[in-house]
Structure formats: C-alpha cells, structure tokens
C-alpha cells in the first residue's frame, strides 16, 4: 500500500490494485479491534485475533 497523504492524527493508504483508500490512526493513538480488523481486511490480509 503507497501512502497518500498524512495528518497529524490520519494516515491516508492506497491499496496499488484496490479501487478506494484505507484509513489508519495515528500511531501513538490506540487502535480499536474492529478499526484493526476493517483495516486487514481493506488490504487484502487475514486477521487473526
């Protein structure tokens, strides 16, 4: 994934061969399980809680 474009509190993704952009939370901030599981499954990847 190529990063767009960053924000203090945002990183924007986009997927080489996906059609839309993937949304990420700041590092330093927590990210929840759902939003973690939503961005897995935006790249392509498997989960595994």
């Known amino acids: ?9 945002l990183c924007v993704y986009k997927h080489p061969e996906k059609r839309g952009r993937v949304t990420v939370p700041h590092p330093k901030s927590e990210i929840a399980k759902g939003t973690l599981h939503s961005i897995f499954k935006s790249a392509g990847l498997n989960c595994r809680a």
């Open 1 to 9: 994934m190529r990063r767009l474009f960053y924000r203090c509190v």
